[in-house]
T-cell receptor, first 111, second 117 residues
Framework: QKEVEQDPGPLSVPEGAIVSLNCTYSNSAFQYFMWYRQYSRKGPELLMYTYSSGNKEDGRFTAQVDKSSKYISLFIRDSQPSDSATYLCAMSAGGGNKLTFGTGTQLKVEL | GAVVSQHPSWVICKSGTSVKIECRSLDFQATTMFWYRQFPKQSLMLMATSNEGSKATYEQGVEKDKFLINHASLTLSTLTVTSAHPEDSSFYIC?????????????FGPGTRLLVL
């Protein structure tokens, strides 16, 4: 069993839809949770950073962490074609230390 | 925000040759940098952790004599793929640990695509 599980998709939604992306994990030592966006043939770009449980909102993006269920989510409101990318969840036991990534979910937002 | 660059962005080489990839933190100093490898449609796999002024720490299964890492300054780490073979063809991405808005996390470079013929 992988430490971090993420549905690879692809996930296709119409423009304006609310997108829900999720990851589950097994390592209870993880305290820091991140979402990265990766466009094709590019490096990952940090989108959201959350410590421990709770919600965090930044513009159209909301990150949720439920440590009791070992489940994290990223919500994208009013999705745009420019949001089409692969979204990677990542987590670590200590901030900027070793990150464990999910496989990434490929998202396509269609006009 | 923290900016990390990589050079070259892509490289094609013959089997048996060595290739050096540079990773630079442009607007901050990074005592710790990380090297990842990503195969098509797969996630990032950590290869090694590079600490300025000391030896790199390699993940299990990564050959340290094949993937040479040097972190000689606070803004530069290099990865040298020695005697490259076709199975080394991959997307190599570095990251640098930085403190931003009170949070310490990793910022990634744009990646280097390596094709070994």
């Amino acid at each position: 069993q992988k430490e971090v599980e993420q549905d690879p998709g692809p996930l296709s939604v119409p423009e304006g839809a609310i997108v829900s992306l999720n990851c589950t994990y097994s390592n209870s030592a993880f305290q820091y949770f991140m979402w990265y966006r990766q466009y094709s043939r590019k490096g990952p770009e940090l989108l959201m950073y959350t410590y421990s449980s709770g919600n965090k909102e930044d513009g159209r993006f909301t990150a949720q962490v439920d440590k009791s269920s070992k489940y994290i989510s990223l919500f994208i409101r009013d999705s745009q074609p420019s949001d089409s990318a692969t979204y990677l969840c990542a987590m670590s036991a200590g901030g900027g230390n070793k990150l464990t990534f999910g496989t990434g979910t490929q998202l396509k937002v269609e006009l | 925000g923290a900016v990390v660059s990589q050079h070259p962005s892509w490289v094609i080489c013959k089997s048996g040759t060595s290739v050096k990839i540079e990773c630079r933190s442009l607007d901050f100093q990074a005592t710790t940098m990380f090297w990842y490898r990503q195969f098509p449609k797969q996630s990032l796999m950590l290869m090694a952790t590079s600490n300025e002024g000391s030896k790199a720490t390699y993940e299990q299964g990564v050959e340290k004599d094949k993937f040479l890492i040097n972190h000689a300054s606070l803004t530069l780490s290099t990865l040298t793929v020695t005697s490259a073979h076709p199975e080394d063809s991959s997307f190599y991405i570095c990251s640098a640990r930085a403190l931003s808005q009170g949070q310490e996390t990793q910022y990634f470079g744009p990646g280097t695509r390596l094709l070994v013929l």
